[in-house]
């Protein structure tokens, strides 16, 4: 079966003399929530922004339903939304005039992204607030924006870097639950995450990255099984693997 995402073998960083990642290879297929974890510094972000595209890999290549982004800029781009760490916003915008810059960048019609904008305020709980600018709101709501920009796109996979951070109980459970919604429906996710324990309640799979390598990567039931470390969390295989060395 042909991947959604596929990363083959990229090498590559922020300047040619100096590669932050090294021989970088996975899968995203359909219907699979995959977890990236990783130290601070191990390459997640240099990974991800390589996929966004913002970085050319020095070696290796990826590509999206099998086209690359040098094939066509455009369509490799409405093929993902990202959803970043830090909040990007425009200042003169409401959060309504975000959705709809979202809905006309992917070429959505004003019937459909109203359609699908409305229930994700409800659930968010940002209604009171569709009409008022980003920098009047809390930096919880700025990440709920971020994501109800992604959402309402509904696109074929779905990049998302530490989207928990900043969110209250109510906004993570929301998140998690229309992801998953999201991955039944056909998605493809990537989510770089610290969180251990929900990346093992809600991901399919593991990508361990360290030091800018693939240390190990595969369901929960693989980790144990490759590290001999039956009955074991994710949280314990993650340290035994990252303290080995």
Not at 19 to 34: G, L, P, W, Y
């Amino acid at each position: 079966m042909s991947a959604l995402l596929e990363v083959k073998g990229v090498t590559g960083g922020y300047s040619a003399s100096h590669a932050v990642i090294e021989d970088v290879s996975f899968r995203i297929q359909k219907n699979e929530i995959v977890a990236l974890i990783g130290l601070n510094g191990a390459g997640k972000s240099t990974t991800i922004k390589h996929i966004l595209g913002l970085l050319e890999p020095q070696k290796g290549e990826i590509s999206i339903a099998g086209r690359t982004f040098f094939d066509d800029p455009d369509s490799y781009r409405h093929a993902y939304a990202y959803i970043p760490e830090s909040p990007i916003y425009y200042e003169e915008l409401t959060l309504w005039e975000h959705l709809e810059l979202a809905a006309m960048s992917h070429g959505l019609s004003k019937e459909e992204w109203e359609e699908r904008s409305l229930p994700l305020l409800k659930e968010f709980r940002m209604e009171a607030a569709k009409d008022r600018f980003p920098q009047q709101f809390s930096k919880g709501m700025r990440q709920k924006l971020m994501i109800m920009m992604a959402l309402m796109v509904q696109p074929s996979l779905y990049i998302v870097d530490e989207p928990i951070l900043g969110l209250d109980p109510l906004g993570i459970r929301t998140l998690l639950t229309w992801l998953a919604r999201c991955k039944e429906q056909g998605a493809g996710i990537l989510m770089s995450t610290h969180i251990l324990a929900t990346a093992e309640k809600y991901c399919d799979r593991f990508i361990i990255l360290h030091k800018g390598r693939i240390k190990a990567q595969g369901t929960l039931d693989e980790l144990r099984q490759s590290t001999g470390m039956t009955g074991h969390s994710l949280d314990d295989i993650y340290l035994h693997l990252v303290e080995e060395e």
